[in-house]
């Protein structure tokens, strides 16, 4: 985009407090670079305009409703279920498996995804399980390490495990 003045700030009051633009939507309407959002922000604020905290379809960073949340899982947009986080992402595996249980999780229960691929929430691929199940599970995957380590399969090395190579 080619760098380009800002418009007037009563076009900016009007396009943010009637239009309901949010910022990135004012720089893209004006082909305004990247970075230009602090700039439209500070100038309304200079006037008295308090900067909305745009959630949802009209936040700037809107994805489609999925995104990655917390520790790499996959969030899907919806603030109205109790377990949502505090800008309205679910994880993905509780839907699934409340989707397979038919019913919500209940507070003990707890989702182990099987190949460990936070990103795979094929039910396949989800454990339903209560904490000491699921502490179960990490355990018997930590208890397959010394084995493949005293094999010589895996190895230690610069702070992960990893196949050790074969000649």
Same mark, same amino acid.
């Given at each position: 985009m080619s760098k380009r003045k800002l418009p007037d700030i009563e076009t900016l009051i009007k396009d943010y407090t009637e239009?309901?633009?949010?910022?990135?939507?004012?720089?893209?309407?004006?082909?305004?670079?990247?970075?230009?959002?602090?700039?439209?922000?500070? $100038?309304?604020?200079? =006037?008295?305009?308090?900067? @909305?905290?745009?959630?949802g379809k009209n936040h700037h960073n809107w994805q489609g409703g999925i995104t990655?949340?917390?520790?790499?899982?996959?969030?899907?947009w919806m603030p109205e279920h109790p377990k949502c986080n505090n800008v309205g992402y679910v994880?993905? =595996?509780?839907?699934?498996?409340?989707? $397979?249980?038919? @019913?919500?999780? @209940?507070?003990?229960?707890?989702v182990h995804h099987i190949n460990m691929d936070k990103q795979?929430?094929?039910?396949?691929?989800?454990?339903?399980?209560d904490?000491?199940? =699921?502490?179960?599970?990490h355990r018997s995957i930590e208890n397959l390490i010394k084995p493949l380590l005293d094999k010589g399969i895996i190895e230690f090395k610069d702070g992960i495990y990893d196949f050790k190579q074969m000649l």
């Amino acid at each position: 985009m080619s760098k380009r003045k800002l418009p007037d700030i009563e076009t900016l009051i009007k396009d943010y407090t009637e239009e309901k633009l949010n910022l990135k939507q004012i720089c893209d309407k004006y082909g305004l670079v990247e970075g230009s959002k602090s700039n439209v922000s500070k $100038m309304l604020k200079k =006037h008295g305009i308090k900067i @909305r905290q745009d959630k949802g379809k009209n936040h700037h960073n809107w994805q489609g409703g999925i995104t990655t949340v917390s520790s790499g899982y996959v969030g899907i947009w919806m603030p109205e279920h109790p377990k949502c986080n505090n800008v309205g992402y679910v994880k993905e =595996h509780t839907l699934v498996a409340e989707k $397979m249980l038919g @019913r919500p999780l @209940r507070k003990n229960e707890v989702v182990h995804h099987i190949n460990m691929d936070k990103q795979n929430n094929d039910e396949s691929n989800l454990f339903i399980c209560d904490n000491k199940e =699921h502490l179960k599970c990490h355990r018997s995957i930590e208890n397959l390490i010394k084995p493949l380590l005293d094999k010589g399969i895996i190895e230690f090395k610069d702070g992960i495990y990893d196949f050790k190579q074969m000649l």
